[in-house]
């Protein structure tokens, strides 16, 4: 007997098919009506393989991730609360931003529950020659905390440096807190956290990979990277910390970017490290005040405006997601995006394409091969429609490029760690930095103008010189697009 042809089922086996397809059914009506398409192509597996169907679905379809992550993060509900309420900042009640960027404030101060802060002086580091030294200094001069984040810490040079300039710290009485994301730790050995207890720096891993008890999850990663000195000047952006961004340190190196920042958004930054500190240890952190020489941005005036937007897959918004879109359809007239990875779902290419038939200037900076080929293969299946749509596709050389910003016109930028992908944007722990500000975002339009005199244009007559091959293998890679 063929257990898949219904006709030859007992009537108990028949009874449970049914009841199992009618709960998978509802499930998929119940769970996922923001993909209709893919609704329907889970219901016809359902009600074609009866049980069969039911098993794929129960084991491929259901997504366990968010699911995954609001328990993990249940014990921390009763400080979720008062952690994310809005910051009080007058800035907030009367700000002057261009008419199009009116509703992208508000966009970002609903879907984060932040309000924008007042008063920041930003500073851009390429890559580890610029970076390490100021974050090195700044760890040196700590007086009272150094509490740093990081998905990759590396034990090479670049890395013996900061556990060096950490547990000098620490030996003179500054508050050393050190976290590292458990998967991310397993690119160096000796492993970081191993190293820094053995200088008897507090270090803890964000949920690292375990046999007992069982906890293997290669999602839910904290990809954040920031470094707070004493709630006085934070260093964030997409750079791990490790040879991999000294470009003098060999060929196997990625060019990037971290942004330095005093003023207001401090707050913000710290109170986001305590509670990913307080997820992974249960030790409950307090912020310390900024001196007052440096709570307006080093004892200056600026009109920078800065906002947080955290992001996790224990959310309730796609809060990173949500900005990028409303960032992309506020644009005027010239919208500026560098990432290293890009594989962008569905409604950001839209987006995307939809600025630049209505006149917008879209110019995307990809390198011209990242360190995942299957990744480039995945997004460059888009680049034909992409093209087509009057966006520019401009290829950086080699070293590997790992920057990320989003620039809008002259006046609004995002910066951060998220990349321009679904695990990023859907599986990740990630960090966005809103900041509005013409002169900030005029030097990285200026920096972006740099990198795109050294980049190759890419069109669609050389699109067309591609094998079969090529284009069947993009297409297979752009099946793994939501893991990628």
């Known amino acids: 007997m063929n257990p898949l042809t219904w006709s030859d089922q007992p009537w108990p086996l028949k009874c449970l098919s049914a009841a199992l397809a009618l709960w998978a059914v509802l499930h998929i009506l119940l769970t996922k009506r923001d993909h209709p398409a893919a609704s329907l192509g889970w219901v016809a597996i359902v009600l074609l393989l009866p049980l069969l169907g039911v098993v794929i679905y129960g084991w491929l ?42 509703p992208l404030e508000e966009l970002g101060r609903h879907s984060s529950r932040r309000a924008l802060t007042s008063n920041h002086h930003i500073t851009a580091y390429h890559n580890g020659e610029q970076a390490y030294p100021a974050m090195l200094a700044a760890i040196a001069a700590a007086r009272q905390q150094v509490w740093l984040s990081t998905y990759i810490f590396d034990t090479d040079a670049a890395g013996s440096d900061f556990i060096a300039a950490l547990a000098a710290a620490q030996q003179r009485g500054v508050q050393v807190r050190v976290l590292i994301d458990g998967v991310g730790e397993l690119y160096a050995w000796p492993r970081a956290s191993r190293l820094l207890r053995r200088q008897q720096v507090p270090c803890a891993r964000f949920l690292p990979l375990r046999l007992f008890p069982f906890t293997m999850y290669s999602n839910l990663r904290n990809h954040r990277k920031m470094l707070l000195i004493d709630a006085e ?6 750079m791990n910390i490790g040879d991999r961004h000294v470009l003098a340190a060999g060929k196997r190196t990625a060019r990037d970017v971290q942004f330095c920042i005093q003023g207001g958004l401090l707050r913000q930054l710290t109170e986001l490290f305590a509670r990913d500190w307080r997820f992974v240890t249960g030790e409950s952190l307090t912020p310390v005040t900024a001196t007052s020489e440096h709570t307006a941005a080093a004892g200056h005036k600026s009109p920078t405006l800065a906002r947080l937007i955290p992001d996790g ?3 309730d918004l796609d809060r990173l997601r949500m900005t990028l879109l409303g960032a992309m359809r506020a644009a005027q007239r010239d919208i500026i995006l560098m990432t290293p990875y890009f594989i962008p779902a569905d409604e950001i290419a839209s987006a995307l394409k939809t600025a630049a038939l209505s006149g917008v200037r879209v110019r995307l900076l990809l390198p011209d091969r990242s360190n995942i080929a299957i990744a480039d293969w995945a997004g460059r299946a888009l680049w034909p429609g992409l093209l087509e749509a009057g ?17 809008i016109d002259d006046a609004y930028a995002l910066l951060g760690s998220a990349n321009i992908d679904e695990r990023s944007l859907r599986l990740n722990y990630e960090l966005g930095v809103e900041v509005y500000d013409q002169a900030f975002v005029s030097q990285l339009q200026q920096q972006s103008e740099q990198l795109l005199g050294t980049a190759r244009r890419q069109s669609l007559e050389q699109l067309q010189q591609w094998s079969s091959w090529q284009q069947l293998r993009n297409a297979a890679a752009w099946l793994a697009a939501p893991y990628l």
Not at 391 to 407: D, T
Request: net charge positive; charged share 20%; hydrophobic share 45%.
């Open 391 to 407: 966006i520019q596709i401009h290829l950086l050389p080699p070293p590997f490029m790992h920057g990320k910003w989003l620039l």
């Open 313 to 315: 897959p224990d959310q």
């Open 61 to 102: 379809g259901i997504n366990r991730v968010q699911r995954r992550a609001r328990l993990l993060r249940a014990p921390l509900q009763s400080v979720a609360a008062s952690a994310w309420e809005p910051v009080d900042d007058p800035v907030s009640a009367d700000i002057d931003l261009p008419m199009p960027l009116r």
């Open 233 to 238: 000047q934070g260093f964030f952006g997409g």
